[in-house]
């Protein structure tokens, strides 16, 4: 049986929280829901595993990002209320605006791919909150659907605030430049499905290692699969660093996008990063004009990959299909060259008639 989670109920700094349940937990800790009744409001409080408290470079690190977080205010990054140690067993802890919603993750496993303008909304408003960032100094570092919540606080729907910013570099270890190997071994930090081809292999980031990995969440959202195909993370980081990416617009035979985007994608994709778009405003910029146009899915051959997906509401925003148009279109022109040789073939059998 596990042992009882031993901060449930329980009471910290000084009685100002009360921590009432666990979200969930990740790789660096659990995230739980507090009330703070002073301010009577609920929070979400991320408690980092004790062991990293142990560490005098990992709390010095600790707080030299959180206090960097705190410094974020786009409306779609989350607000950090305060962070420290806590008392007791001196875990580190970071009290947050509590949010109501689900992560990206969550939301395309249960709804499947989701349409062009709405994955292209939630992506733009995240290189806004990306863009602050990189133009204060900060690189997410571990951007991935569950860092990516979608609120829907006071009424709102499909609201992004980025998660855990600049929280990775806490526990990123030393590594060698080119190393894959001792990539993986201090794969405590990052996930590789995610990861640039410069983060797998160990080299310094700068925020266009954020650009990829974004682009990454973009196409996962809009096909539920990744641009590579691997077994293992080893596979992942490998496939980063040496792999062109599938095609967007092959990696889903029933799904049609827009001319132009999977290119846009691709150069987001790029595995020199000065290839990439120059900022995140400029991705957004490339993708804004997509927003305006839709994917269709061929109501004759349901996706494979969603049947797992207990309904499939269709996607939102949605306009006319382009390739029931385009059948059409065929169809007037079979019917126009049937019509023609009809005109024809009587034609000449009037002549034979009137001869
Ligand atoms: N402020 C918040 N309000 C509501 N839910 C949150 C908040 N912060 C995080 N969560 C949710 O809590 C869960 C656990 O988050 P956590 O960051 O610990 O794990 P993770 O994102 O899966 O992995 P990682 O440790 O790499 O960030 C996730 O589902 C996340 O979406
Ligand atoms: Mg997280």
Do not use: W
């Amino acid at each position: 049986m596990q042992a009882p989670d031993p901060f449930l109920q329980r009471e910290i700094l000084g009685g100002e929280f009360r921590i009432l349940d666990k979200i969930g937990t990740g790789g660096m800790g659990s995230v739980y829901r507090a009330s703070q009744p002073a301010m009577s409001r609920t929070v979400a409080i991320k408690i980092l595993h004790p062991q990293l408290a142990l560490r005098k470079d990992l709390i010095s690190r600790f707080r030299r990002e959180a206090r960097a977080m705190s410094q974020l205010t786009h409306p779609n990054t989350v607000k950090v209320f305060m962070y420290g140690q806590l008392e007791g067993d001196n875990s580190l802890y970071i009290v947050m605006e509590h949010l109501e919603g689900q992560n990206l993750s969550r939301l395309v496993k249960r709804e499947g791919p989701l349409s062009v303008p709405r994955a292209i909304a939630i992506l733009v408003q995240v290189c806004g909150a990306l863009q602050e960032a990189h133009e204060k100094g900060i690189v997410h570092r571990d951007l991935k659907p569950e860092n990516i919540f979608l609120c829907r606080n006071g009424g709102l729907q499909d609201f992004p605030k980025v998660l855990d910013f600049g929280l990775a570099k806490i526990t990123e270890t030393e590594m060698r430049p080119g190393s894959i190997q001792l990539t993986q071994e201090g794969m405590v930090f990052g996930t590789p499905e995610f990861m640039s081809p410069e983060q797998a292999q160990g080299k310094i980031l700068d925020h266009r290692s954020d650009i990829y990995s974004l682009a990454i969440i973009l196409y996962e959202a809009l096909t539920t699969k990744l641009p590579f195909r691997a077994q293992t993370p080893m596979d992942y980081l490998q496939k980063h660093v040496l792999e062109p990416p599938i095609p967007l617009d092959s990696r889903v035979p029933n799904l049609v996008f827009p001319p132009g985007l999977g290119q846009v994608i691709e150069r987001a994709l790029a595995k020199q990063r000065e290839a990439r778009f120059g900022s995140a405003l400029e991705f957004a910029e490339a993708l804004r004009p997509y927003a305006e146009l839709y994917s269709q899915r061929l109501p004759s051959q349901p996706p494979s990959h969603r049947a797992s997906a207990p309904t499939a509401p269709p996607a939102l925003s949605q306009q006319p299909a382009p390739q029931p148009q385009r059948r059409f279109l065929e169809l007037a022109l079979v019917a126009a060259v049937f019509l023609l040789m009809g005109v024809a073939l009587t034609a000449v059998a009037l002549r034979y008639v009137i001869r």
